[in-house]
């Protein structure tokens, strides 16, 4: 089952501009977890934010987490062409040592140059 | 280069063939797992494996079998190929189980038609 659900599904802006993309989930969490994935390719780790945490910054990436409306956002400033891609959340959920991380359906994001 | 390594990059199977997916990873990690991604469904993981010498099923296991065969290697095979095995199967590795502050990294896939 996917807990985490992004929204929106697909995301079309001009380069230069900001695009933010959200995650929702349904459990408790130990962390969150952003990934990237370009078309035909595997994906790539681009940030952690655990759950005692509410913002993280990792270049022009800006992650926050709200743990009470159980919900994260992905900012990207400043876009480039090379930043489309398929944006993934997943959630590391705080449930004992057999937990494994639960995926969403991910954000198609298109940069237009 | 560090990473996961995945092969064959394409294949395409007839309905009962057999094959296997290799998977090699190079960053002494402990755990490793295997993703098959469909459109629409996200990733779902087949098979993983939390260390070396030990394998559990996932959420989709039906149809695949897994070996871990050393600390760098996880290989999943398909025993006789149906056309829903139709997918893009990743192989991925981290070192801590669920990823830690590093998280998973992902092979580049494996596209497997089965006609």
């Known amino acids: 089952s996917q807990q985490g659900e992004e929204d929106p599904q697909a995301l079309s802006i001009q380069e230069g501009e900001n695009a933010t993309m959200n995650c929702s989930y349904k459990t408790s969490i130990n962390n969150l977890q952003w990934y990237r994935q370009n078309s035909g390719r595997g994906l790539v780790h681009l940030i952690l934010i655990r759950s005692n945490e509410r913002e993280k910054h990792s270049g022009r990436l800006r992650v926050t987490l709200d743990t009470s409306k159980k919900s994260s956002s992905l900012l990207i400033t400043a876009s480039r062409a090379a930043d489309t891609a398929s944006y993934f959340c997943a959630t590391d959920p705080n449930a004992g040592n057999n937990r494994k991380l639960i995926w969403g359906l991910g954000t198609s994001l298109a940069v237009n140059p | 280069n560090a990473g996961v390594t995945q092969t064959p990059k394409f294949q395409v199977l007839k309905t009962g063939q057999s094959m296997t997916l290799q998977c090699a990873q190079d960053?002494?990690?402990?755990?490793m797992y295997w993703y098959r991604q469909d459109p629409g469904m996200g990733l779902r993981l087949i098979y993983y494996s939390a260390s070396e010498g030990t394998t559990d099923k996932g959420e989709v296991p039906n149809g695949y079998n897994v070996s871990r065969l050393n600390k760098r290697e996880f290989s999943l095979r398909l025993e006789s190929a149906a056309p829903s095995q139709t997918s893009v199967y990743f192989c991925?590795?981290?070192?801590?189980?669920?990823?830690?502050?590093?998280?998973?990294?992902f092979g580049s896939g494996t596209r497997l038609t089965v006609v």
């Open positions: 991925a590795s981290s070192a801590l189980w669920t990823g830690g502050q590093y998280g998973y990294t």
């Open positions: 960053m002494n990690h402990n755990s």
